[in-house]
Nanobody, 115 residues
Framework: QLVESGGGSVQAGGSLRLSCAGSGDILRMNVMSWYRQAPGKQRELVAAISRVGATNYADSVKGRFIISREYDKTIVDLQMNSLKPEDTAVYYC???????????WGQGTQVTVSS
């Protein structure tokens, strides 16, 4: 029900754009989010956006990442600029009725930033 795309490898300072497409029950959910998990670390929120466009960003990505949403197609994108090696992780799309993480996850997409 959630399919991510757009990961890859980039040098520090570069940009990548992730996209997540939802279907089925996802169409009724209010908040879509991006999380990431680096090796040996817990999964953490990167950015979230509601149906009305309210957003929430992790402090570590504020000013660098932009989350956007196409309501008709239930697609959420994450534009990642000025990437740093510490942004390296598997990025997951999530959908929920509220701002807390839901049970609906995509398969994940790897982002690798080299110094």
């Amino acid at each position: 029900q959630l399919v991510e795309s757009g990961g890859g490898s980039v040098q520090a300072g570069g940009s990548l754009r992730l996209s997540c497409a939802g279907s089925g029950d996802i169409l009724r959910m209010n908040v879509m989010s991006w999380y990431r998990q680096a090796p040996g670390k817990q999964r953490e929120l990167v950015a979230a956006i509601s149906r009305v466009g309210a957003t929430n960003y992790a402090d570590s990505v504020k000013g660098r990442f932009i989350i956007s949403r196409e309501y008709d197609k239930t697609i959420v994108d994450l534009q990642m600029n000025s990437l740093k090696p510490e942004d390296t992780a598997v990025y997951y799309c999530n959908a929920a009725y509220g701002w807390s993480r839901g049970d609906n996850w995509g398969q994940g997409t790897q982002v690798t930033v080299s110094s």
